[in-house]
């Protein structure tokens, strides 16, 4: 198990999170005895159209699909849209809180072992 995980940081409400990044093993086709995370922190963060660039964008018809130009707006609407409902929800019903608690009670290891 492994994912990388950003320094803490405090909400307008007060409160410290983290981000987290890339649990790979989650992510695999393998049944592990994982809790389900709540929806609620679970944030699809960037579109990559690396493969399609590299197969479209040097052909003279197609253009590039990249998000350079409107990164300013797409963090606008990130920090107050996403992650301010998260924070506010997490303060008002604590679902990570909960979730949190659950984590002793799994083994992590594949199912059925």
Request: with cysteine; net charge negative.
């Amino acid at each position: 198990m492994m994912f990388n995980c950003s320094q803490p940081f405090q909400s307008p409400q007060g409160v410290e999170f983290v981000t987290l990044k890339h649990p790979r093993r989650a992510l695999t086709e393998e049944r592990l005895d994982l809790p389900m995370a709540p929806g609620l922190g679970l944030v699809l963060d960037t579109v990559h159209y690396r493969r399609y660039n590299e197969r479209y964008s040097q052909d003279g018809i197609h253009n590039p699909l990249l998000w350079e130009k409107q990164e300013p707006e797409i963090q606008e609407f990130i920090e107050k849209k996403i992650l301010d409902n998260i924070y506010r929800t997490e303060c008002e019903q604590k679902p990570l809180l909960e979730w949190l608690e659950t984590l002793p009670l799994h083994s992590y290891d594949q199912k059925g072992r």
